[in-house]
């Protein structure tokens, strides 16, 4: 782990410059705003260690995927978020020098990310060879209140220098991506154009034809009488303008830099340099600090309806409202053709993709702190892509309307390139489906099944029923060859996980066709259109009647799949540190071997469908399973903490909670360099509000079992059910939930129902 980051309720900040952690800091000093985001470098020149990022939400190019032999069914490409153009440059030369801060005498330094208000601030001050003291603070922000624009202030001070300076200000379109496979360039048809007061600059993606245009404007003022010259850049890949003085010794200038973003995915591509104009000339009349006033306004926002505010314990604190912050900017839900990548805006790595972790981990923070819209646009997304799961499943073999939902996907398309993941790890479908059921029964939109969610989870059991093969020997349907969750296991038989998921889509897809609440001539014509038949019926029927799952009678256990006891068991607590993490010290074949579990994946069934399992099953499971995880994956510290929460293991949850809520902050995994997990971040917002605040729903009520761990004073959160609005407050003598607003609700508290409307108040 890396500790250098101060503790603060509502900061992240970085005091001394540590160059060695410079990667690690760009992705926890990341920015964005649902659309397009950046990561946290640095807006002067800056030759050290560094991974420049600026993305854009839904811009993508198909990187051919390279391998070195081919499968019937292999994916053509890897989608790529892409690196767009760099519109941060501010380059300041002092006399002939450039100010780089690889290079200068840093004499101070501080950087202060705050949460509240979405604003990124830093100091510094440094020498120059030329002896010169630069002092700049930096702010600057991307917009939640106006998607379209960002903006950057400089103060500039130089001490002990009278002489020519000069900034340079410009917008950068040669950009790469790291993760290039053959180190192409992805844009092309480059255009930039300079006016009296504005530059702009578009580029068009490779294949995919996306247009992604910015522009900036820059205004300069001085304390006293300075006159200013400005010159143009213009170049095949960068425009902007120079800016140059004579300045006098102590002299401080304010530059600001006005940036508009705009992408062909929602704004016509031949209108983007007018609407620059009149986008970043609005934002110059209305000017940064008022611009900055409405960014803390739409944070405020933001920070009513998802804050979790805990009392006594800073680190947990500051823990959990950076992975909130990071999951607000990250997706806002204003369109359904976007999802959510687990780097975010952060980072290159898994391409920028959608995983499955959308529907596992993400979709219960955004259904609990948002308007409902915002959960249904992420299961919509899906809904747009079933065509493309169809498609996906036929390249595969599969037929009759039978869907395999990607692995990895920017467009409804599979664009994994391991095959022990494209072909194997087809537990995502479960997880489409859960998504379409935690939607349903959250909100109550129950019309949302026959509009949408039938056909998907219909195409999902089909395509399980295809999938599963009917064994004589066992007299039971198999799975075989696939990969679970836990992805230190490959080409296994029966992983339990995914034969249970796969049996429980089949009969929620089952329950819903019989569900007495359906609209019956909608329902009918449905089934027609989609050729449901009676036979199809008693047929999935006799699937979800005749599963198997391996068994170990011995010791009453799920096994994770056959033959996992072969397996000599050995707990992590036996390894030596210097074999972990395992991935990055024992070969894959070594790996496989053991008996070492990436992340939960019996256990991960049991927090999905904990139900369906009495206390000591769990118990039992979480006993023998979690001694040998070794928790490699940001995904699983989550899922533990829920369960032992729920088992009434206070201090495993609370361990499990602060590894996951710290996770990016301290680089607990040494992996924050390649960006944030943004999508176990919502993982860290359940092991709060599920874990500790034991929320669960059932028969259309919300349940709250809380208790609080002994590091606390207290904790308290918000979340929106049905309608209304719920505060939900915790300390050592009572729980205490409050209808804040909205519709009447039927709230569990400690086992016992209460019928709540607004300003109601239950304590327990």
Request: aromatic share 12%; glycine share 6%; hydrophobic share 35%.
């Amino acid at each position: 782990m890396h500790k250098y980051l101060d503790h603060h309720l509502w900061k992240i900040i970085e005091k001394g410059f540590h160059p060695e952690h410079n990667r690690i800091s760009e992705s926890v000093f990341s920015l964005g705003n649902g659309r397009f985001g950046q990561r946290g470098n640095f807006e002067e020149k800056y030759s050290g260690d560094s991974l420049s990022g600026n993305y854009f939400g839904g811009v993508y190019y198909p990187d051919k995927t390279r391998v070195g032999w081919w499968k019937n069914g292999y994916p053509e490409y890897f989608a790529k978020v892409l690196n767009a153009c760099n519109w941060l440059p501010i380059h300041i030369k002092v006399g002939e020098e450039v100010v780089d801060l690889h290079t200068s005498k840093v004499i101070s330094f501080e950087r202060e990310l705050n949460m509240k208000t979405g604003v990124l601030d830093r100091t510094v001050v440094l020498e120059l060879k030329n002896g010169a003291q630069v002092s700049a603070n930096w702010s600057r922000f991307i917009s939640m209140a106006d998607d379209q624009i960002a903006a950057i202030q400089l103060q500039l001070k130089i001490e002990n220098y009278s002489g020519q300076v000069s900034i340079r200000s410009f917008l950068d379109g040669d950009v790469h991506n790291q993760d290039a496979n053959y180190d192409e360039f992805f844009w092309e048809d480059v255009i930039t154009k300079n006016s009296n007061e504005s530059s702009k600059i578009s580029m068009t993606t490779r294949k995919t034809g996306f247009v992604v245009s910015h522009g900036q404007l820059n205004t300069i003022e001085a304390e006293k009488d300075v006159t200013f010259s400005r010159s143009q850049i213009n170049n095949e890949r960068q425009c902007g303008e120079i800016i140059e003085w004579k300045h006098e010794k102590e002299e401080s200038i304010l530059f600001t830099k006005y940036v508009c973003a705009l992408s062909s995915l929602v704004e016509d591509a031949h209108s983007h340099f007018d609407l620059i104009d009149e986008k970043i000339l609005t934002s110059k009349h209305i000017g940064f600090n008022k611009l900055k006033e409405d960014q803390a306004k739409k944070w405020e926002n933001k920070w009513e309806w998802s804050d979790i505010f805990i009392e006594g314990d800073v680190a947990a604190q500051q823990g959990i409202r950076f992975n909130i912050f990071q999951l607000n900017q990250t997706y806002t839900g204003e369109d359904a053709r976007l999802n959510i990548g687990p780097k975010g805006f952060t980072g290159e790595k898994y391409g920028g993709s959608t995983y499955w972790d959308t529907e596992a981990y993400c979709i219960p923070f955004y259904l609990s702190t948002s308007d409902s819209h915002v959960a249904k646009n992420l299961v919509l997304y899906r809904y747009n892509h079933l065509d493309k799961a169809i498609e996906n499943a036929e390249k595969l073999g599969f037929k009759d309307g039978a869907a395999l939902y990607p692995m990895v996907t920017m467009n409804g398309e599979e664009c994994h390139n391991e095959w022990e993941i494209t072909f194997e790890e087809i537990h995502r479908n479960g997880a489409i489906a859960h998504g379409v059921y935690d939607y349903i029964r959250y909100t109550g939109d129950r019309e949302y099944m026959l509009e949408h969610g039938l056909e998907v989870i219909l195409a999902i059991s089909r395509f399980w029923a295809q999938r599963f093969q009917w064994s004589e020997d066992k007299n039971a349907y198999v799975m075989l060859g696939v990969t679970g969750p836990n992805e230190y296991e490959n080409n296994v038989n029966n992983n339990w996980y995914t034969n249970y998921i796969a049996r429980w889509t089949i009969k929620y897809t089952l329950e819903s066709i019989d569900d007495p609440a359906n609209n019956k001539s909608k329902l009918i014509d449905l089934l027609s259109k989609l050729q449901f038949t009676e036979v199809e019926k008693q047929k999935l029927q006799h699937i979800t009647e005749n599963v198997y799952f391996p068994m170990d009678d011995k010791r009453n256990l799920f096994l994770q799949q056959d033959g996992f006891l072969d397996k000599e068991i050995i707990p992590v607590s036996s390894l030596d540190d210097i074999h972990k993490p395992l991935v990055e010290n024992w070969s894959w074949d070594r790996i496989l071997r053991s008996c070492y579990i990436k992340q939960a994946d019996v256990l991960q069934g049991m927090y999905f469908f904990e139900n369906e399992f009495d206390k000591e099953t769990i118990r039992r499971h979480f006993d023998f399973y979690e001694p040998i995880t070794v928790h490699e994956s940001s995904l699983s510290p989550c899922v533990h903490s829920i369960l032992a929460a729920s088992l009434g293991r206070a201090d495993k949850a609370y361990e499990f909670y602060l590894q996951t809520a710290r996770l990016d902050l301290d680089d607990y995994n040494h992996d924050t360099e390649d960006g944030c997990h943004t999508t176990s971040m919502a993982g860290t917002w359940m092991s709060i509000v599920q874990g500790f605040g034991g929320m669960r729903i059932g028969e259309d009520k919300i349940i709250f079992n809380p208790f609080i761990p002994k590091e606390w004073d207290s904790y308290r959160f918000h979340v929106v059910f049905r309608g209304a609005r719920l505060l939900v407050e915790v300390n050592e003598k009572e729980s205490k939930i409050t209808h804040l607003e909205g519709d009447q609700i039927s709230v569990v508290l400690n086992k016992k129902e209460h019928s709540l409307s607004q300003s109601d108040i239950i304590i327990k």
